[in-house]
């Protein structure tokens, strides 16, 4: 068996090829149509493999996609890791440990803050230092949602300016920061809905896109634009599909959220991932820079060892040895009080601080 690695260009077309069959053995794309800059030649570095030599065949599988994230505390570098698979005939031998343990690996080497992956496997995950984090919240539309309705044109179709989708979805204060490239690709994915409001000069106002290849059948999961407008675009779809509809969005888009709530969405709260610290010194370094202005220069964030020391340096520092400990008070959602017994003058600083504004759109996600 050989050792995880990336493939050659050859090489590449069996590694989709077994992932066509493995995870989309009934659909009528191939898995790369779904994630164009996944599969693509210039993240073919990133893809990870085991194979049996002998045989030519692959045993198991696992991707990364760097994603430059953006948030209100700085500038993120983070693993997106996904199509973990490995074939059914070898399973309970350690492939899947081997894929993701390199594709980790290779993630620090490039300065990765950390990474993220999307699964229901948790006790799996957690053994090799994953922990369910971030917020995530689902809001949930039927016939009872009613929203206000401006007036404006809606249209079905992605054949709409990637410039104009790129230039409202860089009004998001978080999310991976794309160009008109990804855009472009973004839109070609099959099996999804793109969603777009115009006014009568012909301005796009809002946009929302439901369905993703194999997954999220009836979940927005990628939407930009006022409030107001979205709400309204969101009422079209649902009733335009005549089934429930969920809008998927960050925990931090509480003006939303509210309105949603208001207007008779069902509001269910979750999580964004599972997240893993990778490169906790830059990671560190970016929170206590984010913390100084702020004005608590005396702010400690540090890994000693294996162990993670933080606090106020003039006031009282608080150390642990589980990782997953401080992802959740990084990213939430619970705030830090939820998590343990700060002091009071901790627990304030924390709460400024924590937790960060994180999320990754439907189109990242892998």
Not at 278 to 305: C, P
Request: hydrophobic share 35%.
């Amino acid at each position: 068996m050989s050792m995880p690695k990336p493939p050659s260009r050859e090489k590449l077309d069996q590694v989709i090829e077994f992932l066509d069959q493995q995870l989309r053995p009934t659909a009528t794309w191939s898995i790369k149509d779904e994630y164009p800059l996944v599969f693509s030649e210039a993240n073919r570095g990133n893809i990870r493999f085991v194979e049996d030599e002998q045989n030519n065949e692959i045993l198991s599988h696992a991707v990364s996609k760097y994603l430059i994230t953006k948030t209100p505390i700085g500038i993120f570098k983070v693993a997106a890791i996904g199509s973990v698979v490995t074939n059914p005939m070898y399973r309970n031998k350690g492939y899947s440990r081997e894929v993701l343990a390199s594709s980790l690996e290779a993630a620090k080497k490039h300065g990765c803050d950390f990474a993220i992956l999307w699964t229901d496997l948790y006790d799996f995950y957690r053994k090799i230092g994953f922990e369910l984090a971030g917020s995530e919240v689902s809001l949930t539309l039927n016939d009872n949602f009613h929203p206000p309705t401006p007036l404006m044109r809606i249209e079905c179709t992605s054949k709409v300016s990637a410039e104009s989708l790129l230039s409202l979805y860089n009004n998001h204060r978080v999310g991976t920061i794309r160009n008109i490239h990804d855009m472009s690709a973004y839109l070609k994915i099959p099996n999804m809905k793109v969603y777009t409001a115009w006014d009568a000069n012909n301005k796009l106002l809002a946009y929302a896109v439901e369905g993703k290849g194999a997954d999220l059948s009836g979940y927005i999961h990628e939407w930009g634009g006022g409030v107001t407008e979205l709400m309204a675009l969101f009422k079209h779809i649902q009733t335009s599909q005549r089934r429930n509809i969920t809008v998927i969005s960050p925990g931090h888009s509480e003006n939303l959220i509210r309105q949603c709530k208001d207007a008779g969405a069902f509001v269910n709260n979750g999580y964004l991932g599972m997240i893993q610290l990778l490169d906790t010194r830059n990671l560190f370094f970016k929170i206590k820079r984010y913390a100084r202005s702020l004005g608590f220069d005396n702010f400690v964030m540090e890994q000693q060892g294996k162990s993670y020391c933080f606090g106020d340096g003039q006031n009282k520092l608080y150390r642990t040895d589980q990782a997953s400990d401080l992802i959740r008070l990084l990213f939430g959602p619970y705030q830090s009080q939820d998590i343990y017994n700060f002091d009071e003058h901790t627990k304030k600083v924390l709460s400024q601080l924590f937790p960060i504004p994180m999320w990754i759109w439907g189109w990242d996600s892998i």
